[in-house]
């Protein structure tokens, strides 16, 4: 006999994170598109706004912390 099995309470993630496989790989293409575009703009801030910190880096940019200071660090390697 098998057990009762309720409904779920949320519905499954599997579309939430197959949604993009139909689509090609568009999906990919345009997250990388908005990695691409979020180290240009961290570059940008980096440029008009010298003074500020990390943390307010990450705040313009809705970025995490370790993710502006892994960002600045190569931006800095790169520019030698």
Same mark, same amino acid.
């Given at each position: 006999?098998?057990?009762?099995?309720?409904?779920?309470?949320?519905?499954?993630?599997?579309?939430?994170?197959?949604?993009?496989?139909?689509?090609?790989?568009?999906?990919?293409?345009?997250?990388?598109?908005?990695?691409?575009?979020? %180290? $240009?703009?961290? %570059?940008?801030?980096?440029?008009?706004?010298?003074?500020?910190?990390?943390?307010?880096?990450?705040?313009?940019?809705?970025?995490?912390?370790?993710?502006?200071?892994?960002? $600045? %660090?190569?931006? #800095?390697? #790169?520019?030698?």
């Amino acid at each position: 006999r098998t057990p009762h099995r309720f409904p779920p309470l949320v519905p499954p993630l599997i579309s939430r994170y197959t949604a993009g496989l139909n689509e090609g790989a568009s999906g990919g293409l345009a997250m990388e598109e908005q990695w691409y575009a979020d %180290r $240009c703009r961290l %570059r940008e801030l980096q440029q008009a706004h010298p003074a500020w910190t990390k943390r307010q880096l990450a705040l313009e940019l809705g970025r995490s912390l370790g993710w502006v200071k892994k960002w $600045c %660090r190569r931006l #800095a390697q #790169a520019a030698r």
